[in-house]
């Protein structure tokens, strides 16, 4: 299903994705971050709490294929990706908060994402390698790590690391759109309903949940729609890269189905919520205080 082509490409796309990531921060971005906590705890609990539940909870409804299974498990642990930065963006929410959100979720996935998958595959009675998802984490942070120093050496090489970083989070989509499906489109046929359930449930659950969590929580709407997003848009190709270089064979085959899946709706569902977004009452808005971070 992900030829070795495809595994080099992907191997090079998730390496400039986490450079990029890295080339936006600096050490002080950290140290404003935790004089200032709120928002970042509230997107890790929202990250490794709520997610990794409805992952579970889809897998345990649909009851789908033990491959499946472990697809949405890893799916729904995975951090927030680059893409979410982009639709804060647009949706006009918080790209500071959220770009902090992300490398945060991204470096805590260390330990969070091996302890949470073992936590619900346990409870599914599924077979994780955790010891190859550390080691592949590790090895991701690498590159997040030169990203921070070629800002600290050049802001302008940093900038523009960082822009393809986030650029490469679309292209990702488009690639698998003119790559991967026609070459699997017998096999999207085939995929049960379920499974695009699940996909798409991940996505919109993630975001509703993450929104009104935040609002219930009196986070300026601002930085409720930032929670939302990237409480919602997990990075799909960190999952697609555990999957490849975890996992061989036909079982890798059929684990990418749920984040490739993912990764091409949840453009969609983003796209959609960023339309809804930039339609709130910006006065409204305006008579609120603002926020914390």
Same mark, same amino acid.
């Given at each position: +299903? ?26 002080? !971005?950290? *140290? ?10 509230? %997107?890790?609990?929202?990250? *490794? ?6 992952? #579970? ?8 294929? $033990? ?10 642990? +995975? ?7 982009? /639709?804060? *963006? ?19 996935? @260390? ?13 599914? !009675? ?19 790590? &030169? ?12 900038? @523009? ?5 986030? @650029?490469?989070?679309?292209?990702? &989509?488009? #690639? ?25 449930? &991940? ?9 009104? /969590? ?15 997003? $990237?409480? %919602? ?11 490849? #270089?975890?996992?061989?064979? $036909?079982?890798? !085959? ?21 339309? @809804? ?12 205080? !603002? %926020?914390?971070?």
């Amino acid at each position: +299903m992900v030829s070795p082509l495809e595994q080099a490409v992907l191997a090079l796309m998730i390496f400039a994705i986490m450079l990029g990531m890295g080339a936006s921060l600096t050490p002080r !971005d950290f *140290y404003l971050a935790l004089r200032r906590p709120y928002g970042l705890m509230i %997107g890790l609990v929202s990250q *490794y709490g709520f997610m990794p539940l409805i992952g #579970f909870l889809l897998a345990t409804l649909l009851a789908v294929p $033990e491959a499946i299974a472990i697809g949405i498990l890893i799916m729904s642990c +995975m951090p927030g990706g680059t893409t979410s930065n982009i /639709f804060t *963006y647009f949706s006009k929410g918080n790209l500071a908060l959220s770009v902090l959100m992300t490398v945060t979720s991204t470096v805590a996935g @260390v330990v969070m994402i091996p302890l949470v998958l073992v936590i619900y595959a346990t409870a599914l !009675d599924l077979e994780i390698p955790r010891e190859n998802i550390i080691a592949t984490l590790i090895l991701l942070l690498v590159p997040v790590g &030169i990203g921070m120093v070629l800002r600290k050496i050049n802001a302008n090489i940093g900038a @523009v690391t960082e822009f393809f970083g986030s @650029v490469l989070g679309v292209v990702f &989509i488009l #690639f698998l759109i003119v790559s991967w499906i026609p070459r699997n489109w017998q096999f999207l046929l085939e995929t049960s309903g379920s499974t695009y359930v699940a996909a798409i449930g &991940i996505g919109a659950a993630g975001i509703t949940i993450g929104y009104f /969590f935040a609002r219930a929580l009196k986070l300026h709407p601002r930085n409720a729609r930032t929670v939302a997003l $990237e409480t %919602g848009i997990q990075n799909g190709p960190l999952a697609l890269a555990i999957i490849v #270089f975890t996992f061989s064979g $036909e079982e890798a !085959d059929a684990l990418t189905a749920v984040p490739v899946l993912y990764s091409l709706f949840i453009v969609i569902i983003a796209t959609l919520v960023t339309f @809804v977004f930039r339609r709130a009452n910006a006065a409204a808005e305006q008579r609120l205080p !603002d %926020g914390l971070l």
